[in-house]
């Protein structure tokens, strides 16, 4: 009898796993038998979509490359763009749209609209501001009576986080710093230990604690996928994409330095239970804590205050994703991470022109935008860059988000040549952007200085090594140098892209 129900017991594990099988088939061919039905076949009532253009030679990558450069969002059609070139044409010319009248289209959010800008207005009575006015995007209430972090979100468009003069950012720098701390929580699925934290105000940012001081170097036998995350390389970031007088491309949400007391700022606000039991004072009396992630969270790694002082970062959360979403998408030159393996990148010279081949980066400023982002890791040594993400209401005619720096400025002494690949194998640049590297290479102009006097304005300043501020002038003449190169080999105007409506020199003037 007891043999009998065992045998029960097999196969009805048998079964279900049988059923489970035919499930994950079903769902992995149903995005396929729907892009099948766009295509004007039976079963789907929509328009064949629009014939692209022809091309001479064409060569349609490989199976390989296409699944690297999926998108993760879920909806089948999601790469088709919602809006017209000449948009995209605008935000080129305007160096990155800076300046000129937006339509609706162009702004994620609508203030004339009834929704709410934070989910938990419909849940919380207390979601209310001075006047006892809820913070709804109606008109009904003034913009300058909301929070700083508000007017940031209602500021995003599809060309920049912000624009070049926002008063609210630094205003939402200084409530970063400066707001009372009235929860914390873990961040879900990391790899290393960030907290949430929840201010007066509602605000909300992502809390990176100091890991390791500025002068220590990323010791050499570290793979790129273990190094720390470093909350000053996180500042650095913002710093260096932000400032008019540097790269200007306004890509990174606003982060700033803090020094945070753990015992009443984290310990005591959090309802973290998890979070909570990993506090414990170490032999030298400081209060210390480790919390919960997939590694560098232990006794043996935990974090300490002196003796309950600890300084991070605090960057800026972006809309919830229940209001703006946001598609992921996997980087084109994304590494292998793993020990041995290499990326098809590393091994094929010929990589660009399958990425070139491929939506979205066929047409639009899409690719232009990968050299942006591969100029701004490189002078920051960042080698972590798998994927990116853009805001979905955009569709492709947008700028990329420049998410998770805190992997940047781990060596000063190493100039990682092997991010520059893009840029190599492209060459490909804005005029807007090459002539501001151009600039920066420039004694009166010099990057070093122009960072650390952008650096000093922060609570915890100073922000970095002052090696680390060398390198990126060294990084910098590597940079001009590979698309001096490209020039030479290919001519001006095939490797450097007009984005500028007029003759001006914008950049200059800038200065």
């Known amino acids: 009898m007891k043999m009998l129900l065992v045998r029960k017991f097999r196969v009805l594990i048998l079964m279900v796993f049988l059923v489970a099988c035919t499930m994950h088939i079903m769902i992995d061919l149903l995005p396929r038998l729907e892009r099948r039905g766009t295509e004007g076949r ?13 091309r001479t030679a064409p060569r349609w990558p490989s199976k390989h490359t296409l699944r690297i450069l999926q998108d993760f969002s879920a909806e089948p059609g999601s790469n088709l763009s919602s809006q017209s070139r000449e948009a995209a044409e605008r935000a080129a010319g305007g160096g990155g749209g800076a300046g000129a009248p937006l339509a609706d289209g162009d702004l994620l959010f609508n203030v004339n609209s009834d929704i709410r800008f934070n989910p938990r207005a419909a849940e919380h009575t207390e979601w209310q501001n001075e006047d006892n006015e809820e913070f709804l995007p109606t008109g009904e209430t003034s913009i300058d009576s909301y929070p700083n972090w ?22 939402l720098l200084q409530d970063l710093v400066s707001q009372k701390i009235t929860s914390v929580a873990m961040k879900s699925g990391g790899t ?14 992502l809390f990176k ?13 570290f793979f790129y996928f273990s190094d720390y995350e470093r909350h000053n390389a996180e500042i650095a970031a913002f710093h260096l994409d932000r400032q008019v007088k540097i790269l200007d491309f306004r890509r990174v949400p606003p982060v700033a330095g803090r020094l945070v007391n753990m015992t ?30 997939s590694y560098y969270c232990s006794t043996e790694h935990a974090l300490c205050g002196k003796p309950d002082q600890i300084e991070g ?10 209001l703006a979403k946001r598609k992921t998408w996997r980087n084109p030159w994304r590494r292998s991470y793993h020990k041995r393996k290499k990326a098809e990148w590393e091994v094929d010279p010929d990589y660009c022109e399958e990425v070139k081949q491929t939506p979205p980066y066929d047409s639009g400023t899409r690719i232009l935008d990968i050299m942006d ?31 998770d720096n805190g992997r940047g400025f781990g060596k000063y002494s190493h100039d990682e040549l092997s991010i520059l690949v893009p840029l190599n194998q492209c060459c ?25 006097e952008s650096l000093l304005k922060d609570k915890i300043a100073p922000i970095l090594y002052q090696p680390h501020l060398e390198a990126m002038d060294r990084r910098l003449r590597i940079v001009l140098k590979a698309v001096s190169d490209c020039i030479e080999k290919d001519g001006y105007d095939n490797v450097v892209e007009n984005d500028f409506n007029t003759d001006v020199n914008t950049v200059t003037t800038e200065r």
């Open 42 to 54: 039976p079963g789907c009532s929509c328009p064949p979509p629009a014939a692209a253009p022809p």
């Open 150 to 171: 508000l007017k940031f979100h209602i500021g995003i468009n599809r060309y920049e986080l912000y624009s070049r003069h926002n008063p609210a950012i630094e205003a």
């Open 192 to 205: 290393q230990l960030k907290l949430i934290m929840t201010f007066q105000n509602y605000g909300q940012a």
């Open 209 to 221: 604690p100091m890991k390791q001081t500025r002068e220590q170097e990323t010791p050499p036998d």
């Open 264 to 293: 009443r700022e984290i310990r005591d606000v959090t309802r973290d239970k998890k979070l909570w039991r990993t506090f414990f004072i170490s032999p030298a009396n400081n209060i210390c804590f480790y919390g919960e992630c």
């Open 313 to 322: 970062s605090l960057a800026a959360f972006l809309p919830d994703l229940s």
């Open 373 to 403: 982002m591969t100029v701004f890791d490189f002078l920051m040594g960042n080698m972590d860059r798998h994927h990116y993400e853009t805001f979905e209401k955009f569709g492709n005619d947008t700028f990329i988000i420049h998410l």
């Open 428 to 452: 490909r640049i804005r005029k807007s952007t090459y002539l501001r590297l151009q600039l920066l290479a420039k004694e009166e102009y010099k990057l070093s200085l122009l960072m650390k």
